[in-house]
């Protein structure tokens, strides 16, 4: 049997997502309360990064800490995954002695070979494709604020990458509408957006892509930006700078969504470009909710995937 694994947004079906979700919310309140829940005593978390990190490292580090278990960073220079060792052959060694691989990668191909050959559950902590972890955290902290998930409409406003699409992915899973509004060549992958949709027939969640971020604004619940390059995009900076003028969370798009809209960004951000500074220090921010529910959220994933 195929060992457990969270390389998608989808890779849990609805049901087991929301008992995820509310584990997160129990661990988080027992953690606030000081109750030690140490469920995966003596276990080890390998944690692979091509790619810099701060939340994804510092919360799956203290995450399994606060746990009971152990988690090892390997960075990009420590194993040089592809160049000093293949995919297979690190995925081998690692489940010989670890119990949970996490992997941060530039191409999704990486930690879906990873997941393929390992004996132990494998977690994509973000790739070229989706970045799960974030929007599992995400769906928390919306569910927090706004109680539901079903009838909501959340717009993501800006590149339709990785994050979008794990956005994409949760929305249609749990019946919340998601409008990607993105500039003309900046499009979520066509054939994520049809699976989608074809999830979202099942739940009532319209999963749309729009070139007008004012029109998509409209009447949002929730609003939602991301850099405008990606982690190994840097050369495109400029021309890019470009291509999302506009496409910014500003005080005009929010101005748009509906009063209580909650805005929503995964960081790190470039205040002035795809969000506006001021705009992210308003009540109606959870930017930082975000930034701590990925914490709750992960212990959650692993304890669920271990079956601790
Ligand atoms: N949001 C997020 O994944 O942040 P890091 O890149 O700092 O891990
Ligand atoms: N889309 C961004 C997310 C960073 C957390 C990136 O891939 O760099």
Not at 177 to 187: I, Q, R
């Amino acid at each position: 049997m195929a060992e457990a694994r969270y390389l998608s947004v989808k890779d849990l079906d609805a049901a087991d997502t929301l008992a995820v979700l509310g584990l997160a919310a129990r661990l988080k309140r027992e953690q606030k309360q000081g109750v030690p829940h140490p469920r995966l005593a003596g276990r080890t978390l390998a944690m692979i990064f091509q790619k810099p990190s701060l939340r994804t490292r510092v919360s799956f580090e203290v995450g399994m800490t606060q746990l009971g278990g152990h988690a090892i960073y390997l960075g990009p220079s420590d194993i040089k995954l592809g160049e000093r060792e293949t995919v297979e052959d690190i995925a081998l060694t690692i489940s010989r002695m670890c119990d949970l691989i996490m992997a941060r990668v530039f191409g999704h191909d990486i930690v879906a070979g990873l997941a393929q050959h390992a004996t132990v559950p494998v977690i994509n902590a973000l790739s070229d494709r989706e970045h799960p972890c974030q929007i599992l955290a995400d769906l928390q902290t919306i569910m927090e604020r706004k109680g539901r998930f079903e009838g909501l409409k959340a717009v993501f406003v800006g590149d339709g990458n990785n994050v979008a699409q794990s956005l994409v992915y949760g929305g249609a899973l749990l019946g919340m509408s998601v409008t990607v509004a993105c500039p003309e060549g900046y499009d979520p992958d066509a054939g994520l957006v049809a699976d989608a949709r074809a999830i979202g027939k099942g739940t009532g969640a319209v999963i749309e892509v729009s070139h007008d971020p004012r029109a998509a604004a409209r009447g949002a619940d929730v609003l939602y930006t991301d850099v405008w390059a990606s982690m190994g995009q840097e050369s495109e900076a400029a021309q890019r700078k470009n291509a999302f003028a506009g496409f910014q969370i500003d005080a005009g798009l929010t101005a748009a969504a509906k009063p209580d809209a909650t805005i929503l960004h995964c960081l790190p951000a470039h205040y002035g470009e795809e969000i506006d500074y001021a705009v992210s220090r308003t009540p109606n921010s959870a930017i930082f909710d975000q930034a701590e529910n990925r914490l709750h959220a992960q212990k959650a994933l692993m304890v669920h995937l271990m079956g601790a």
